[in-house]
């Protein structure tokens, strides 16, 4: 009597094959699912750029760390619309700050992230509307607490060679535009910057250096010393290209002597840069002669010129030569001095700054002196329209005070840079050029809390993964056959089975 097929051997242990085969493979459809929704839900990803892109740093948490008060992160899109990896600028870069403000909603809990689709949805945005010029599109990102608001594009958190070319972009800076963000609605004992008025000062071309303290954190004001104080929440002191001097000891009263504010402001650990135009230094009386007690002087009426390091066909735009980090001054750079090619610094029309004494200056004979920038040996001075000697000579120098407190040390700093020009828009908005980093520098150098100049930029112009061929090989190795093993097992445990029943 034939044996029935469904009752054979053959049908028994295949169909126990094929429906273990498609319980596998089911399982592996379904673990795949639950294990990515928890990826994206837990952010377990693993960051595998050399500048760590997609990791929030240590500096980020130390800053948001002081920062208590409820901060609302709305992103104009969907989710997923947000994570796509496709071509294009709108759909690969929102990802990017998404994933930024993701980890900081996991590290804080005042922190939080939504994302509303603003197309589906335009009235939830309507309150974020600040002015009639504001404009929220699906790759908008709006930062808010207790009713302060700030709407930012998508482009703001990245870094341009050509700000008009999209194309350029090169590096991630969401970090520190998006904390910046965070500081700017809660207030968060936010340092302030103070630009002085009243003597010629041209403050719409130091608007650039305005909105870079901006970016690091910083409130700006301006006060005319002659009437204004200086509160103890300032930071820095900004004196940008005057024309004409500061009041000291002749001021009227007592209450109008500028030069005196400053030395207070001094004394009590500030920070003050000075960008001068050697046309008017000669104006300059009575903040030159403040300035020797810093040990530094301005030479009026004479330019460095550079026919080898210039960037222009009349010499005048110098390639400034970096000191070695071991000095004071380098030390403020000693980053971009560690690469390989460091980029330019550019300072056009800088005058010479004489550097009077290196160290033991001062009452307490605590001040040193050491330059930042220098021109190159091949550049010469011209005084009047006439070149008169040869030498390498101070662009930017830094001063510093240091007085013990406690058995703590605490610091004054005095910054003076040779020409407005190293603030230059085309030199700070130009990632070609290292005046932005160096200005950051000093920025962070007043040291009395942490501001944003300790963020950098995360470049990505390299998008290869950045493993070495051994680990590659091994991963290639390990996914290759990891499979076929696991199939080649059950198969052979199916095999045993049905040889020993």
């Known amino acids: 009597m034939k044996k029935n097929f469904f009752q054979s051997r053959k049908f028994k242990y295949g169909s126990a094959a094929t429906v273990f085969t498609i319980a596998f493979v089911a399982f592996i459809v379904i673990f795949n699912i639950v294990f990515t929704a928890l990826a994206d839900k837990y952010l377990w990803r693993t960051d595998m750029t050399a500048d760590k892109v997609f990791t929030l740093s240590d500096e980020a948490r130390d800053i948001m760390s002081d920062i208590k ?11 997923g619309d947000l994570m796509r990896m496709t071509t294009g600028y709108d759909n690969v870069y929102p990802r990017y700050v998404y994933t930024t403000a993701l980890q900081l909603e996991k590290e804080f809990e005042n922190v939080n992230v939504e994302c509303v689709d603003v197309v589906k949805n335009p009235s939830f945005f309507r309150e974020f509307y600040t002015t009639t010029a504001t404009t929220i599109t699906n790759t908008s990102v709006v930062v808010e607490s207790n009713g302060e608001v700030r709407v930012f594009a998508l482009n ?36 302030k910057v103070v630009f002085t008025t009243e003597h010629g000062e041209d403050l719409v071309a130091a608007t650039p ?33 005057p024309m004409y001097d500061f009041l000291g000891m002749e001021a009227e009263e007592e209450s109008g002597n500028e030069i005196a504010k400053i030395d207070k402001f001094l004394d009590e650990y500030g920070c003050l ?49 970096y000191q070695q980090s071991s000095t004071l001054g380098g030390s403020l750079y000693k980053d971009l001095n560690s690469l390989l090619t460091p980029p330019k610094a550019i300072i056009r029309n800088s005058a ?3 550097i009077l004494w ?24 011209v005084e009047n329209g006439t070149p008169t000697e040869t030498g390498s000579y101070n662009m930017v120098t830094l001063s510093q005070e240091s007085v013990i407190e406690n058995n703590e040390y605490f610091y004054s700093y005095v910054f003076a840079f040779g020409s407005p020009t190293f603030a230059n828009q085309n030199y700070i908005e130009s990632n070609a050029y290292a005046n932005e980093d160096i200005l950051s520098a000093a920025m962070l150098a007043t040291g009395r809390e942490r501001v944003l100049a300790a963020l950098t930029l995360k470049p990505f112009d390299d998008n290869k993964i950045t493993i070495t061929k051994k680990e590659a090989n091994n991963w290639m190795f390990a996914m290759t056959l990891a499979l076929p093993v696991v199939l080649a097992g059950c198969g052979a445990f199916v095999v045993i089975r049905r040889k020993h029943s």
Request: aromatic share 12%; charged share 20%.
């Open 69 to 79: 008060n409820e901060v609302n992160i709305y992103f104009a899109a969907e989710a």
């Open 156 to 191: 703001s958190f990245f870094t341009y060679n050509d700000t008009s070319n999209l194309d350029t972009c090169w590096a991630y800076s969401g970090e520190k535009k998006l904390i910046s963000g965070i500081m700017q609605v809660t207030q968060t004992d936010t340092p």
């Open 209 to 241: 250096l305005a909105n870079l303290f901006v970016d690091n954190g910083f409130t700006i004001e301006i006060a005319d010393l002659t009437k204004d104080t200086l509160d103890s929440d300032c930071r820095i002191l900004v004196i940008y290209n």
């Open 273 to 321: 840069l000075v960008f001068c135009d050697a046309e008017y230094t000669e104006n300059l009386t009575n903040l030159n002669e403040y300035l020797e007690e810093w040990g530094i002087s301005y030479t009026a009426d004479t330019y460095i010129q550079d026919a080898d390091h210039s960037m222009t066909i009349d010499n005048y735009s110098i390639i400034a030569e």
């Open 352 to 354: 010479p700054i004489d």
């Open 358 to 381: 290196e160290s033991g200056g001062g009452l307490s004979g605590s001040r040193m002196v050491s330059p930042v920038l220098k021109s190159y040996s091949t550049s010469q001075l």
